[in-house]
């Protein structure tokens, strides 16, 4: 995904209030999805999710308001689909270079282990799986050896392989990903740190 920056000022205003309507239950279902849509459009994108007064916070909320559905097929498309434009965004502070670090520190991938260890093979489950995923393969693509050790440290490798062993074949490509673009990974599932 290529970043452009913006050309116009009514562009960058657009932006910050859907950035602001996070924060507003009436407007974040509309910006969650609108905001998913223009994240490879701004580069800044990620700072001004990550340093906006409430705005991961809200983030995280989605993520923490379907866990309750996990053990059960109750997940709504309709849910489903929120928190996988939060995982999105997510998935953009996880990938620049300057809320990388927060991002870890704060220890948000921890947050998404419990959709890499759903097994329910309806797509609502699914969807949450890849979305989750695709954070961690941002952090891995960044090449960042912070990344790199929180990953490796966490229970996240156990949880990959599993999915390559039983999800569905988009969900196990990623994951192979993962191991292919940080081999290092994948040499301490062979190897584990003891």
Not at 87 to 98: N, S
Not at 102 to 116: D, E, G, H, K, S
Request: proline residues 7%.
């Amino acid at each position: 995904m290529s970043i452009i920056e913006f050309h116009s000022p009514k562009d960058l205003e657009l932006v910050e209030s859907l950035v602001l309507d996070l924060c507003d239950p009436q407007e974040k279902a509309n910006a969650l999805s609108e905001l998913r849509k223009k994240r490879g459009m701004f580069e800044d994108l990620a700072p001004m999710l990550w340093y906006s007064l409430g705005t991961m916070a809200a983030l995280l909320q989605e993520v923490v308001l379907v866990y309750p559905t996990l053990s059960s097929p109750t997940l709504s498309a309709n849910a489903s689909s929120r928190v996988c434009n939060a995982l999105g965004l997510l998935q953009t502070a996880a990938a620049h270079p300057v809320t990388r670090t927060p991002f870890l520190a704060a220890r948000i991938p921890q947050c998404l282990y419990p959709f890499l260890d759903t097994t329910s093979k309806v797509k609502s489950y699914e969807y949450l799986r890849l979305a989750s995923l695709n954070v961690i393969d941002a952090l891995v693509k960044a090449d960042d050896t912070e990344a790199f050790n929180f990953l490796v440290t966490s229970q996240v490798i156990p949880l990959c392989l599993r999915i390559m062993e039983t999800d569905t074949e988009l969900p196990k490509l990623v994951c192979h990903a993962i191991f292919c673009i940080c081999p290092a990974m994948a040499h301490h599932v062979v190897n584990p740190i003891r």
